[in-house]
């Protein structure tokens, strides 16, 4: 009996990352017969979409920290008594921090596609393009896995905290393929006009 109790909750994580992993690949291969266009739908603003999603990306980073601080509170890491609002605190930046992910992804699969290999007027590309954009389709899976550990009141106690680490670590992985590299590479974005 313990041991169908333990196959049926290791299902629910064992399912997320199969479903998670599924939703990254169709999301890279979007990215990949997707003809991008090169332009955003909006610039909020900025210059360029490159500028606007740097901004919004540095936002989203903020957020990330607010949610591993707030996670490590929570769960007693930190050794500081956890206040009635933290929770509430913590479900409000994750929402925003998702709601932000999404947008910037949605600017970064339209715009700019998956690069892979060479470009077509024949530049290689670079590394840390191909990296961002594989960590980028691999954030979409990763929000897919948390969100199930979220909701899921039957999966193991370890599901939560290693899908929020895997989706912290492969944000910051994203963030600082973009948006670090823009920032050191050009500076802070200006509005345009």
Known sequence: MAHTAAQKSMAIPLTAFALGAVVALLVGVFGRVHDPTLEGTTTLGYST???????????????????????????????????SWLGTAHRTTGASALVLTLFVAYHCLWSLGLEVGSLPDGEQVSTR????????????????????????????GWFLPVAGGLLLSLLVLAILTSAAWYLGVKGWPSLAG
């Open 49 to 83: 979409v490159l500028a606007m999603k740097t901004v919004v990306a540095t936002v989203i980073g903020v957020l990330v920290v607010v949610q591993l601080v707030t996670a490590l509170w929570m769960y007693g890491r930190l050794g500081i008594r956890t206040p």
């Open 129 to 156: 393009t191909f990296v961002h954009g594989l960590s980028g389709c691999a954030v979409l899976g990763a929000v897919v896995v948390k969100i199930v550990a979220v909701r899921s009141r039957r999966a193991p």
